[in-house]
């Protein structure tokens, strides 16, 4: 009885090493009064490898990235109508949740439209053509 008991553990010991080597990161996008800035584009980066992830924020302003490799990342974050969002040095430790609350600020309006060209007539005062 005891031998099988070791053979079941020796075998399950591989799997619960296996899962060390992945991590969550989570977390929050809210605005400067609190409320939750939905549908805003967060992107981690892991440093080492260029590993790039993408989600949205949901209904609730909340994210999360599931089973990503361990490593350090970085978060950036992206909404209309406020400033890029960014934090590094974010470390994902295995079997664990990282929370990253992003905190956006109002940012200014920087698209400018710009017409060139002058009218054209659409009647010539010099002929009766149209």
């Known amino acids: ?72 990342y970085t978060l950036n974050a992206t909404s209309p109508g406020f400033q890029t969002y960014e934090r590094q040095n974010i470390q994902a430790n295995g079997n664990q949740t990282t929370v990253v609350e992003v905190a956006f600020e109002v940012g200014a309006i920087t698209e400018t439209v710009t017409v060139t060209g002058a009218a054209v007539p659409l009647i010539s005062p010099e002929s009766s053509e149209v």
């Open 1 to 72: 009885m005891i031998v099988l008991l070791v053979l079941v553990l020796v075998a399950l010991q591989p799997a619960a090493f296996a899962q060390g080597d992945r991590a969550t990161i989570a977390g929050l996008a809210v605005d400067s009064t609190g409320a939750a800035v939905v549908g805003a584009s967060i992107r981690i980066v892991n440093v080492d490898t260029n590993l790039t992830l993408d989600t949205v924020t949901n209904e609730s302003g909340n994210y999360r990235f599931v089973a990503v490799p361990v490593g350090s």
